[in-house]
């Protein structure tokens, strides 16, 4: 008698296309699909990413580059390397154009500005974040006012109120004002921040005897450091970029800031052709607020999830 060979049952396949087999449907386990939505998601995300670096970093590297250009050069192969680096353009920026005391200027009033923004954003956050008395609600919503409120309308009453202070074209006088327009986010920030802490901790300090302004320097603050620098760096770049309240508030071409230097570089050396040297007094106000951020970028992500990792 002739037999044939019964051929092997074929897998199953699911919706997708993908087989089956009879272990699988044992053991219960759901048919395997290729996620191609994500990966397409994913290439397209990092697509955007890519071309969002491009754009950012592209300006600022054409810059460098052109700061150690001849004017010639600049004009003639905007797009090509120098053919050797000018440093006399930064030297004549920094002298010739008083970039050395609009820099010096500028760390000053941000450096004060800075100190007197997070040490008394840190105590009103630390108060409203840790402690429940009448009007603590109200305090806090004062102070996201103040976020939503534009400073172009406060110019005009501002200014009289720090000419009849006495405190007008002074660096103290422009300190006090930065203090008082970076409060209210620093507060908002670092509110939320005192929230994440453990209370176990300060608990443990008042039953040790410790006083609350004692816990506060010596514990919380130290906790509380990833949440400092985060807001320090953002407080920083919005206060050394800031052009509208010296310009009001500051009009002594003697403690003019960089922001106000620039300006007038630009406009004096345009109309002498000095464009290398503008350049290289942008790029010096650019360092430093690119080395801040170079330097603590860890911190600033770290104080920026810290809250969602609670």
């Known amino acids: 008698m002739k037999t044939t060979d019964t051929p092997a049952p074929r897998p199953a396949e699911s919706g997708s296309g993908v087989p ?3 272990v699988d449907l044992a ?18 995300s990092h697509g955007i990413l890519v071309i969002w670096a491009i754009m950012v970093v592209l ?10 250009k001849d004017d010639g050069s600049i004009f003639g192969s905007p797009w090509s390397l120098p053919d050797k680096l000018h440093f006399d353009n930064w030297s004549r920026a920094w002298t010739e154009a008083n970039m050395s005391d609009y820099f010096l200027n500028t760390v000053l009033v941000v450096g004060g500005s800075l100190i007197g923004t997070l040490v008394l954003g840190s105590m009103a956050a630390y108060v409203l974040a840790r402690f429940d008395f009448p009007g603590n609600r109200f305090i806090y919503y004062l ?3 103040g976020m939503s409120f534009p400073v172009m309308l406060a110019l005009v009453p501002l200014f009289y109120v720090v000419n009849n202070m006495g405190l007008l074209n002074s660096l103290h006088g422009l300190i006090l004002v930065y203090i008082a327009y970076s409060l209210p986010f620093t507060v908002f920030f670092l509110t939320a921040f005192f929230r994440t802490l453990p209370t176990s901790v300060a608990e443990a300090a008042f039953v040790d005897g410790a006083s609350h302004s004692r816990t506060f320097f010596q ?5 509380a450091k990833p949440g400092l620098i985060s807001v320090g760096i953002f407080n920083f770049l919005g206060q050394w970029n800031q052009y509208m309240l010296p310009t009001v508030l500051n009009t002594d071409p003697d403690k003019h800031v960089l922001t106000q230097g620039l300006v007038q570089l630009a406009v004096s050396q345009g109309y002498k052709g000095d464009w290398s040297g503008l350049f ?7 360092l430093p607020v690119l080395a801040a951020y170079i330097v603590f970028q860890r911190q600033v992500v770290q104080g920026l999830t810290a809250g969602a990792l609670k």
């Open 143 to 145: 102070f996201i006012g």
């Open 20 to 22: 089956v087999t009879k």
């Open 27 to 44: 053991l219960g386990k759901p048919p395997v699909e290729k996620k191609t939505e994500g990966k397409v998601l994913n290439a397209f």
């Open 219 to 223: 514990i919380m603050l130290p906790m």
């Open 59 to 68: 300006p600022l590297l054409w810059a460098v580059m052109t700061s150690f």
């Open 280 to 286: 290289a007094g942008l790029v010096m106000a650019m």
